[in-house]
């Protein structure tokens, strides 16, 4: 009865009729024997070993052009002293942008430090997710990640600025200036606006160029009022470096 068992399972295996490949990772299949077309069971273990070396190894070529870009900026020996998670945050910053770290380079002009609209300001960007603290530094700096350590910011500060030109102060968006690292907002009269306006801000004031602004309008079904005025103009709220 086990041997009849047995062999109707090795039949229906066989009944599947699944080729002997692998899909890549551009989604064609990868033929991995010259000797066999399909799966059976008594190449089964083969098509296992086959298919694990073809996976672990399809970007070998990739990634020795990384490890050859690598080594002309560091000795690759040096990175075996680095797990991959501590390599990764040399390499790109931190994941989650630590609020604590941008306080501790901010500098205030036009505004005390403990006023209110600083106090509503950092709660906002505490209530932000994510990605929207990183939307938040793409619109301020230009990247989407704080350096890994203090050090690493080289002396630039974060600059929050305060004007009293916007008036009134709650009908104008936020101004960046992505070279200085520097975010200049109206005094706006309570939190709920301040965060209304830097979300948008954050979310659709994405391009630090005049062209590209113009093509994005082009393609939304929406409708903007481009003037010199910086509430409505994403020109005025981003500066490039050049």
């Not at 066989?14 to 002997?20: C, E, G, I, Q, S």
């Not at 273990?45 to 990384?66: I, P």
């Not at 082009?218 to 050049?242: F, I, K, L």
């Amino acid at each position: 009865a086990v041997v009849s068992t047995q062999s109707t399972g090795e039949a229906e295996f066989d009944a599947l009729d699944m080729p002997f490949s692998s899909p890549g990772a551009a989604g064609q299949e990868v033929p991995l024997s010259s000797t066999y077309g399909r799966i059976t069971v008594a190449n089964r273990d083969q098509y296992v070993r086959s298919a694990l070396e073809y996976r672990l190894h399809e970007f070998d070529t990739q990634v020795d052009a990384v490890v050859e870009g690598l080594s002309k900026v560091i000795p690759v020996p040096l990175l075996s002293l680095f797990s991959s998670s501590e390599f990764r945050v040399l390499v790109c910053g931190h994941p989650d942008i630590p609020l604590e770290m941008l306080k501790s380079v901010a500098v205030y002009k036009g505004v005390e430090a403990t006023a209110p609209l600083v106090t509503w300001f950092w709660e906002v960007l505490e209530v932000f997710s994510p990605v929207e603290r990183s939307l938040f530094l793409r619109f301020v700096w230009g990247r989407t990640r704080l350096p890994r350590n203090i050090a690493d910011f080289r002396g630039r500060d974060f600059v929050l600025q305060v004007l009293d030109k916007y008036q009134p102060p709650n009908q104008f968006l936020p101004e960046s200036y992505t070279c200085f690292f520097l975010l200049k907002m109206p005094r706006y009269t309570t939190k709920e606006v301040l965060l209304e306006k830097l979300r948008y801000a954050i979310n659709f004031c994405k391009s630090i160029d005049t062209d590209d602004y113009a093509r994005i309008t082009r393609t939304e079904d929406q409708e903007y009022e481009v003037d010199a005025s910086p509430s409505t103009s994403h020109s005025a709220n981003t500066s490039s470096c050049g």
